[in-house]
């Protein structure tokens, strides 16, 4: 084919093509970034969410087991509670000896308890708090109640041989123990009487745990962060707003507490319900307008009743 | 031709590019929402597994039957599973979103544990995906009906022995009764009766009254004594009764189609006579709201009477007897009335508790024991009941 009859593009064509070319890719580039802002709104809308649902589990399974009644939560406000947060319970096999002395407060007790019967979260370790059923009179159960004391020595041994135990597997523990006063509340008749905690008495060992609203040191996020025994606070929920955790503690008319500072009206905790207030952790554009970006929030209220207030 | 083999373009590339592009971000965004899903149905089958979990708590309390899960030995020798009325089946809950099941042991003479999982519906139907269970314990304590019981009659009035009549605190096991099942260790002996005022006690015959003492003075005994016992009172007692009557006269005996215990009929109270018999374990409450003549032939269980009690002839009765006015007995020959277990007559206007013929009061911890386990519910401990066992 001769050159001469080589042709180009003319201008026009060249200036077309460029036209319906930019206008196909603003186009699509539109609906990419579109697509893109929704699919990260989503995901931030999710994280949040599972955050809230994560916190309404977490947090009512720690808080439902407590006796506000018998001193469980040690502080609260608007924005923290410290509480026994509960992690094992067993059934003793052979029983401490109490007695014979209500002077002696704090007797170091000597328990078995069995393998077959120790269920929770986690096996006992050394340091953790116990509370021991104490039954005293057999004939009334105005006087019963726990017994708190803190394992101090733990040793594998077996459990008396003969009817029940036959000799199983256990697990001997010393607990230095601070016996039931004589106190209103509880009312207690007869503190460290002899065989005041019976064979078969269960044990139920926690530890104290502390859940807060808090904002780590260089981070301008706030947290609900949790405290077990003596580690370092660690965020489990997150990032929440500034009043992204409140604390509302009712008592059991389903009135407000007055002053959950103050260890009287603490014991007349009920139930304890908490707003929870979560935040994306990205700030997120209106996928349609591309206009006002800032972090999504929502927020959810849980009431926990406390299951183990003392009956009467 | 040539020239049209010859143009190039890019709109098929762009196109596919786009494309895949888009098809990635929705295939991502379709992620998140399924992982999202089901996170949340996972949460809701928690939720129902938990709520069944509780309920099945709630239901064994109420359920309870003392005359079979009393008598479990401690743990571990002995366990129940539960619930009874579905044995080796779980129970669903009432609006049918999840299942319970469970065991009941005994860690002492007061203290059982109730073990419950539970899981959610689609979990019982055996939904592939996985599913919910939660386990829960309650700890349950015998309720207590502390009858202080010192003797084989505890009265506040007067006692009058004629005939042949005996009154015996010395622990005796019912004839036909199965000494495996009866504590025997401790508290053999009682007196014969406490009252008082042992001067309103008389007798014919010194053997008459038997037991160490034969007559225990105690002024404590009031009417507290049988109003009050230990955390319950007569009223709730009465009013918990298995089988209600009105005062009249009655004949008791034991009623029962093939192997199964008749429980509905009043006048069935058990059958302490033959304790292998399908009425054998049966220890009712039984509240009497009047004066009541029983003319034969046998109860057991506890028997509370708002009025007077008056015996005709041949009468038996294993357990524990209350009643809030007076006790009469009468018969001769062979006929008798026969209570194993302890009695104690308030006598509130003082008439004389009068036992002729030859009547007796037989103590009998063993009769007292059964009877006990056998009427005692349970609730929850006075605190820490509830437990997460995961």
Redesign the interface.
Known sequence: ?PALNRRGLTMVELLVALVLLSI?STA?YR??VS??R??QA??QR?DM??NI?AAG?ILP?DL??L?A??GDISAASSTSITFRA?RW?G?ICSAPITGPLPAVTNPVLVFTV?D??L???RAPVVGDSV?L?Y?GD?????D???VPGVITAMLAQNCPAG????G?AGLRITATASMLQVAAPPQLATPNVVNAI?????V?GFITQIYSLYRPAGDTSWYVGLTRGVNAIQPVVGPVLSNGLQFTFLNDTNNVVLNPALANDRVRIGSVLFTLRARTAQVVRNAATAAGSAAVIDSVTVRVSL?????? | MNRNRNERGMALAIAIFALVVVGALVAGAFFAGTQEQRVAENTKRLQQSFGAAEMGLNEVIRLWRPQVLNKLKRYPSDSMRVPLALAGFDSITPDRSGVFGGYVYRLNDQVFLVDITARDKQTRQGVPTGGARQRLGQLVRIRLVDFKIGAALTTRGGVSLKGNALVSGRDTIPQGWDPAYCDTIGDTTKAGVRTPDSAQVSMQQPDQMQGNPQIKQDTTVNSSTFNQFGDISYASLAASANIQMSGGNYKIQPVAVGTTCNQAVLTNWGDGMNPTQPCGSYFPIIHIAGDATLNGDQGQGVLLVDGDLDIQGSFIFYGIVLVQGSLKTAGGGSTDAHFYGAVMARNVDLELNTLAGNATLQYSKCAVTNAMEGTQVVTPVRSRAWAQLF
């Not at chain 1, 057999?138 to 105005?142: H, L, V, Y």
């Not at chain 1, 009817?163 to 036959?166: A, E, I, K, R, S």
Request: charged fraction near 25%.
């Open positions: 084919m196909v699509l609906v990419l697509n893109q929704i699919y989503q995901t999710i969410q599972q649902r589990q399974a439902r087991e006796d009644s018998e509960m319970m059934v069995m077959q019967k269920m929770g979260e509370l059923r039954e057999e004939g009334t159960s105005a019963d109640g726990w009817l029940p135990y036959n199983t019976y064979g078969g008495a269960p139920r299951r183990n207030n003392r009956r009467w």
